[in-house]
């Protein structure tokens, strides 16, 4: 079992970037595919992007293709969203997932670990 932590959210002005981190806690995501959501004020938790386990196969929502990219370090410890040319509509509260199985999916309910979520907002 892996527990997910989240960080690098905060406040940016549109246009501006961030990368958020997200860690393992106790053990490496070694065997896990990673899922990024998020989650806007009133609205469901959306997919923003998947890798596998590898690191070799990624795909985003439409929403943030040639903006978001995800990618993961060799230990298998960090995996990493870089945001760039944000949005206010990119506010919402992002979600690092671990599936254990899968090679990367755009389902929620694929996911075996959610961490708490890090707040991200865009001011325009």
């Known amino acids: 079992q892996v527990q997910p932590v989240e960080s690098g959210g905060g406040l940016v002005q549109a246009g501006g970037s961030l990368r958020l981190s997200c860690q393992a806690s106790?053990?490496?995501?070694?065997?896990?595919?990673m899922g990024w959501f998020r989650q806007a004020p009133g609205k469901e938790r959306e997919f923003v992007a998947t890798?596998?386990?590898?690191?070799?196969?990624?795909y985003y929502a439409d929403s943030v293709k040639g903006r978001f990219t995800v990618s993961r370090d060799s230990s298998k410890i960090t995996v990493y969203l870089q945001m760039n040319s944000l949005k206010p509509e990119d506010t919402a509260v992002y979600y690092c997932?671990?599936?254990?199985?899968?090679?990367?999916?755009?389902?929620?309910?694929?996911?075996?670990?959610w961490g708490q979520g890090t707040q991200v907002t865009v001011s325009s």
């Open positions: 106790g053990r490496t995501f070694s065997g896990y595919a």
């Open positions: 890798i596998s386990w590898g690191g070799g196969n990624t």
């Open positions: 997932a671990a599936d254990r199985y899968g090679s990367g999916s755009r389902k929620e309910e694929d996911y075996d670990y």
